[in-house]
Structures are given as structure tokens and as C-alpha cells.
């Protein structure tokens, strides 16, 4: 029985105060079913994500698909530890033997968390480098968060993963802020791989990307998954590239898990009305 | 000596519904059963629209049974519900015993044809090696090594069908799920599909086929079952079964 990597519960994320046991409806929170809205008619509360819930194994690749509003990147974030959860556990095996909760670390920790076992690719190339910042410095930026002191190691391990990302070599030191959005991407995911993080997670990472420099980013990730064995979460609206990427699926509405499953059978034999649609309405 | 059923498939029912044009539903499967033992090759016959493919979706979990049970056995004597199996263990079961081959060859864009067929058995490393004999199977097919190299996308469709089989029969699995292999395929290449097949039969591999042409049946498969408005109107032993009424061809 191989255990799960990441394990999440009740992952909830919530703007606003709740007017949980107060309202004559009950909170948008109370409630089991999809309520097909995100925010609460009795208190305006806005749950960006509510009670979601999946395990994630060594090697696999999870995906996440949901229309835009969904709660797919409040989950990648609160996951990197970006901002902290309203409520919910996560556990991470590479972390504390997966027996603390991650969203319960303190700083330090939470720095080890996102400088050592974890990687991320933003959507917006400008959340995840900094533009004006060489190339190499992006990664190298990394490499010192964990500790990495020589230069010379430094140097060389920027320059192995940025070949490996195949962003030339000859533009590592020039500011990604020229770079085209395809190179943007293959600098984080440079920037991500770096650490040989346990878990990566993908933020639609080929969206707004042109359909040729879309295929070598995805390319591009099926290649790292093969090579480095690494755990990928990606969240698209794209249900061609999860299709290509996932082996398994969640599917996210008004920041609810409505529908889980295998990709096959998400895609051949969706389950719920909102899946059916998402299914019915690709080109 | 007849042996123990790999698979016992009891009551499947599958209902399909559909919510986006106002909750219609569509019975694809009706209460069907039916064995398979090792060696064995079940073919699945019927008219379009009758439930074979969606009898082999099931089976490989590309579709949820809305009832019933598809009871798998697997190398290590565990049953596996196929129906019901978690998730992570009906990963295990298509990674390790299971092939599923579609009549359309779906595979990884922009990959090379001999990868096609080596990667979804390279999993513990030793890439070269299963990577030669995925050569070497693509050759005994006709797909000559300059075609190898390039990406299945721009083959024909006689080509993409003998990658798929490829693909599936490189390394011995305990149970195939094949819809129309051999539908694309001038004689010459069918006869060395069906020699793969019935190759991988004698190895012990169990199969569920559908077939449409009497030839193909007659060639590869022991018992028939006959699928009708999805249900099982007739199963039994090639002989007793007249599936010269459900399919083409010449024998």
C-alpha cells in the first residue's frame, strides 16, 4: 500500500466574516450541496475554496479543472503556502514525516516548505520570477533560499536546468522581462525543478501561450514527470491538456469539489450536470 | 482442463444520464453476464448501438457501471470490483494486467512511434532494452524504422492501428480489451496481428474482442457472446453460437 504524499481535508478559504448559525437560510458554508454561487446571500461572505478534499501520490500527476472563479488557484496557493487557509489540514509527507499539519508551520518551516519541498509555476511569469532579475539569478535566487553558497555550484546548477528547460544558454543572463511568454514559463519551471522539490504544482501553466510554444511547454512537463519522478498537481480549464498531463481529476465549481475521478472517465463518463457541460462545451 | 475465470462480469448495468439535455437517459448495458478464463477469447458481436463498446469501458473503468459487478482476478489471486475498485487500484490493475485497445490509436502527441509503444512498459527503467523490442515488434508489423522515428500522427490509419496493438501486446498482460483490431488492416498485416493475438492467447492471456468479421472470429476467438440492445441474447462456445448471423465477411 503506497501512502499518499500530500493529503488535504476540508481546505477552506474564506473573504469576509460568516454568518454561520446566524442567517434564517444558514451560510453558504453550511451547506452540503452546490449552492451554485460562491458567495453567501445572507452575509456576502465569498468562499474562494470550501471543504476540499484529495491525496496526492508519489509520481502522479493530479488534475484540477473548473471554469475561471472556480477556486482552482486559491487551492495552489494556500497548497505553497502563499496565503493561510480559513480552515482545512494539509499533511506532506516530505514534511515533518507528513505528521503536522502544513498550514499549522511556523516560518521557518513554511520557508523549507516552499525553498526545499515544494516548486510552483504561476500563471502570470511576473508572480514567479522576478522580471528584472537575470535568468540564472531567478534560479539562483532559489538555490540560495536553500542554502546552496558556492557560486561556482550555483552557477553551473542554474545553467543545468535552464539547458534542461531548454531556455539558451546564451540568454541566462539577460532579464526574463525581454523573454517571450513561452521562455517565461520554461524560467519557472526551471526555477521550480531546481531544488528537486517532492511536489510540484502547475498553475495553468500553458495558458495564453501560443499553440506551438503551449506544446512544448506541455512537452516539456511530460518529460520532467517522466525523468525526475516528481508528484505534479496541475490545475487548466484546458480539459485537452489535463487530459494529457493527469491520470487522475477534480473537478471544481463555486470552490467546491463537484466530481472526482479517473481522467478517462471523467472526460468519456462525466458524472455531474457541471462536468457534463465542461465535456459537451470543448471544441 | 478448463480453468478458473480471470473475470466474472455479473448483472452489469450501465445507464448513462444525461443532464445537458434535460436528464435523458440512455441504457447502454442491461444485466449482463458472462466469464473468461485464461487462454479464452470472448468476441463480441451485435449491431451498432448494441453495448459492445461501452461493455469494454466498463470493464476497463473508462465508464462507471451503474450496477452490477465486473469481479477481476488478479495475478497475485486478489479480486478486484472493477466496478467499485478505488481509484489507485484500478490505476494498478490497467499499469500491471489489464490493456485496454481502442479502434483508434490515442496516444501522447508528438511522440515517437517506437515510444508510443515502449513507454507504458518502461516503468521500472530499462527504457533501451523494451525500446529495441518495441522496434522489433513495429518491424515484424511493416512499420519500417525511418517510421518509427516519427510521430504516429501523420500515419495512416492501417499504421496507427498496428502501433496500437503494439502497444498493448509488447509485454504479456493477463486480460486485453480490444475493439476491432484488426478493422484498418490490409490481409497481409491482419494475419500477422491475428498471429501476435493468438500468440499471446497460448501465453495465457485472456481476451474480450469485438469483431466484425467472421474470419477474425473464426481465427481468434472460442466463445461468442451476442449483444443486443444491451443485453447478452446469446453466450456459448463458438460452435453452438451461430455468429455467422452477426457478423460480415467471408469465412
Redesign the interface.
Known amino acids: 500500500m503506497?501512502l499518499a504524499l500530500l493529503t488535504v481535508r476540508g481546505l477552506t478559504k474564506t473573504y469576509g466574516p460568516a454568518c454561520r448559525g446566524r442567517g434564517s437560510e444558514g451560510c453558504l458554508l453550511d451547506r452540503e450541496d452546490d449552492p451554485g454561487t460562491s458567495s453567501c446571500a445572507a452575509c456576502g461572505l465569498i468562499a474562494a475554496c470550501s471543504d476540499v478534499s484529495f491525496d496526492v501520490?508519489p509520481g502522479e500527476v493530479l488534475g484540477i479543472v473548473g471554469e475561471s472563479g472556480s477556486g482552482k488557484t486559491t487551492v495552489m496557493r494556500s497548497l505553497y503556502l502563499d496565503h493561510m487557509p480559513t480552515s482545512g489540514e494539509a499533511y506532506f509527507a516530505a514534511f515533518e514525516a507528513g505528521r503536522h499539519n502544513i498550514f499549522e508551520a511556523d516560518r521557518p518551516q513554511r520557508r523549507r516548505i516552499r525553498n526545499y519541498l515544494m516548486g510552483i509555476v504561476y500563471q502570470e511569469a511576473r508572480r514567479g520570477l522576478n522580471l528584472l532579475v537575470t535568468a540564472g539569478g531567478n534560479v539562483a535566487e532559489r538555490l540560495l533560499a536553500a542554502d546552496w553558497r558556492s557560486v561556482a555550484d550555483i552557477r553551473s546548477k542554474a545553467a543545468d536546468y535552464l539547458a534542461r528547460t531548454e531556455v539558451p544558454l546564451d540568454r541566462m543572463d539577460d532579464f526574463p522581462a525581454f523573454f517571450s511568454n513561452g521562455m517565461q514559463q520554461r524560467v519557472q519551471i526551471a526555477k521550480a525543478l531546481s531544488n528537486s522539490p517532492n511536489l510540484v504544482l502547475l498553475d495553468e501553466p500553458t495558458t495564453g501561450l501560443d499553440v506551438s510554444v503551449q506544446?512544448g511547454v506541455l512537452?516539456l512537463i511530460?518529460d520532467i514527470r517522466r525523468d525526475f519522478r516528481v508528484a505534479i498537481v496541475v490545475v487548466s480549464h484546458d480539459l485537452s491538456v489535463i487530459g494529457?498531463l493527469a491520470?487522475?481529476t477534480l473537478v471544481m465549481r463555486h470552490g467546491r469539489v463537484v466530481e472526482s475521478?479517473?481522467t478517462?472517465?471523467i472526460l468519456?463518463?462525466p458524472?455531474?450536470?457541471y462536468t457534463?457541460?465542461l465535456v459537451?462545451s470543448a471544441l | 482442463m478448463e480453468q478458473a475465470p480471470i473475470l466474472r462480469v455479473r448483472d452489469l448495468t450501465k445507464t448513462?444520464?444525461?443532464?445537458?439535455l434535460g436528464g435523458k437517459r440512455v441504457e447502454a448495458l442491461n444485466g449482463v453476464s458472462f466469464d473468461v478464463s485464461p487462454g479464452q477469447c470472448v468476441a463480441l458481436v451485435g449491431g451498432s448501438g448494441a453495448g459492445k463498446s461501452s461493455l469494454l469501458?466498463c470493464i476497463y473503468?473508462?465508464?462507471?457501471a451503474t450496477g452490477g459487478a465486473i469481479a477481476f482476478k488478479t495475478a497475485s489471486g486478489d479480486t478486484v470490483d472493477m466496478a467499485s475498485a478505488d481509484?489507485?487500484k484500478?490505476?494498478e490493475v490497467r499499469r500491471d494486467e489489464i490493456r485496454y485497445v481502442p479502434q483508434f490509436l490515442r496516444a501522447?502527441?508528438?511522440m515517437a512511434a517506437v515510444d508510443v509503444v515502449a513507454m507504458p512498459h518502461a516503468s521500472n527503467g530499462r527504457l533501451e532494452e523494451v525500446r529495441k523490442d518495441a522496434g522489433a515488434m513495429l518491424s515484424f508489423l511493416g512499420i519500417q524504422p525511418e517510421l518509427q522515428s516519427s510521430y504516429p500522427s501523420v500515419f495512416s490509419g492501417g499504421e496507427q492501428q498496428r502501433v496500437n496493438v503494439a502497444r498493448a501486446l509488447l509485454r504479456p498482460r493477463r486480460l486485453l480489451l480490444l475493439d476491432e483490431p484488426t478493422s484498418a488492416l490490409d490481409a497481409g498485416n491482419r494475419e500477422r496481428v491475428l498471429d501476435l493475438l493468438s500468440a499471446a492467447r497460448r501465453d495465457g492471456a485472456a481476451m474480450i474482442a469485438i469483431i466484425h468479421d467472421i474470419h477474425v472470429l473464426q481465427a481468434l476467438a472460442d466463445h461468442v457472446l451476442v449483444l443486443d440492445n444491451g443485453r447478452a441474447a446469446e453466450f456459448g462456445p463458438l460452435g453452438r453460437v451461430d455468429a455467422a448471423r452477426y457478423v460480415g465477411g467471408q469465412p
Open positions: 503506497v501520490y506544446a512537452d511530460r494529457m491520470e487522475r475521478g479517473l478517462d472517465q468519456e463518463d458524472q455531474h450536470p457534463q457541460l459537451s | 448513462f444520464t444525461m443532464h445537458v469501458k473503468r473508462t465508464y462507471t481509484e489507485r484500478v490505476l501522447q502527441p508528438r
